[in-house]
């Protein structure tokens, strides 16, 4: 089963806004057995908006609509969707008490305009919006089915999730979808498909091994349809392990989860602390860390020591350090995360001291440089590593080889 995805909207096109919908929809609509052929943006113009119907209908069986459903002059979807399918206006009830009641909790006036919210085309069923004054409208046209609804993010998911999915479920006989993911890091993914390139060939054609790769990581997803549930686990889960245990030592988790929280989940099932010391990062790591919730658990802090004054002041490195290897250095970051791990009386720490860019090179340091440390009661130890001259890219590079090193100390001290 295919479905394409429509997003409406000049904001998405010239770049206001980012389109964060269509990414969950598509997911959501896989975990049902849904499978999106297409997304498309297309800006508020109604033949642009009709020819993308068109094509998706040519497409896909299930066509999902998002934004241009408020009610001034430029929010045109729901009359380019009524002049599609050749239907005039009917004004519904409910919805139009559910507009008034909204209106009359925030005690503001109500103007025709709002009013004219309640007004569907009349060969739609309204899908309720509890959440907003646009109902969304689902058409069975054409042997197809589309669905319109609003491009306000949360009011979109909820009417997805208590209306749209359970109708699809309903509606189309799906089948099973299973997908199992293997995150792993320290190892590049072309040789990853080199280790794993005859279980990649035995795998029947149901089956799909799709490689992602992220700045230092690489997820392996294997995917599946079926309509034997069961066994569509079970031999996906069976690949699953054969890949696992053929690249073992660079395997972090095997689920689709971040690589932080997979550190994180390792150091809180064995009851370890962490702290940081970061200063090209600017404090990058400890914000991946402490996105989760449960963080608490497990990291305790750290410190964002850009200047040399606050690395000495706060961590304890020593000047001497500074004046005679610099800031980025092996002495000095092992001094950072000693310092660290000292100060904040945790069991682990890890430092970042490098050049992000996109200036501050030098010939025997040129931008991209970045040193890591990893400090523990085994010890500390250090790694250079030599990263681009993209400021951000170096940036994230760093969290995750940082989160990487500490990976790999954790599973020697276990």
């Known amino acids: 089963m295919l479905a394409e995805i429509i997003t409406i909207g000049d904001e998405i096109l010239i770049g206001q806004i980012v389109d964060t919908n269509s990414a969950w929809m598509a997911q959501t609509l896989n975990n049902i057995g849904i499978r999106v052929k297409q997304i498309s943006s297309v800006s508020d113009d109604e033949q642009h908006i009709l020819d993308a119907l ?40 409910e919805t139009l008490e559910q507009v008034s009641a909204i209106f ?50 949360y009011e979109m998911m909820y009417m997805m999730e208590e209306e749209v999915l ?51 990581q690489v997820r392996l997803r294997l995917s599946g349809s079926s309509r034997d549930e069961a066994q569509l686990h079970t031999d996906i889960d069976r690949y699953s392990r054969m890949i696992a245990d053929e690249v073992r030592e660079f395997v972090v988790v095997e689920d689709d989860i971040p690589l932080e929280k997979a550190v994180s989940d390792i150091m809180k099932s064995r009851n370890l602390s962490l702290s940081t010391a970061e200063s090209c990062t600017g404090g990058y790591i400890a914000h991946l860390l402490t996105k989760h919730p449960g963080s608490s658990a497990v990291f305790s802090g750290g410190a964002v020591t850009y200047a040399n004054d606050l690395k000495m002041a706060v961590l304890g490195v020593q000047a001497s350090t500074l004046m005679e290897f610099g800031a980025v250095s092996e002495q000095t970051v092992k001094e950072m995360a000693s310092g660290a791990l000292q100060n904040f009386k945790t069991d682990y720490a890890i430092s970042v001291s490098g050049i992000a860019g996109p200036d501050g090179g030098t010939p025997d340091k040129p931008v991209g440089t970045v040193w890591i440390a990893v400090a523990s009661r085994h010890g500390v130890e250090a790694r250079k590593f030599n990263f681009g001259n993209k400021r951000t890219q170096n940036i994230e590079r760093a969290a995750a080889s940082a989160l990487t090193l500490l990976l790999s100390r954790l599973k020697l001290d276990q």
Not at 69 to 81: E, F, N, V, W
Not at 123 to 141: D, I, L, Q
């Open 104 to 153: 009359q909790r925030a005690n503001r006036p109500m103007i025709e305009l709002n009013r004219m919210q309640a007004d569907v085309p009349d060969g739609c069923v309204v899908v309720p919006n509890r959440n907003g004054t646009a109902p969304g409208m689902w058409f069975n046209e054409h042997g197809k089915i589309f669905v319109s609804m609003p491009g306000v993010p």
């Open 54 to 93: 068109k094509l998706a209908e040519s497409r896909a069986e299930v066509i999902l609509i998002t934004g241009g459903l408020g009610p001034t002059k430029d929010d045109i979807t729901k009359r380019t969707l009524a002049k599609y399918f050749n239907m005039g206006f009917r004004r519904d009830e």
């Open 166 to 216: 359970p109708r699809l479920k309903a509606a189309l006989n799906l089948p099973f979808i299973y997908h199992k993911t293997i995150l792993t890091a320290g190892i590049g993914e072309s040789f990853l498909a080199l280790r794993i390139a005859e279980i990649e060939a035995a795998l029947p054609e149901y089956i799909k091994l799709a490689y992602l790769p992220k700045l230092g």
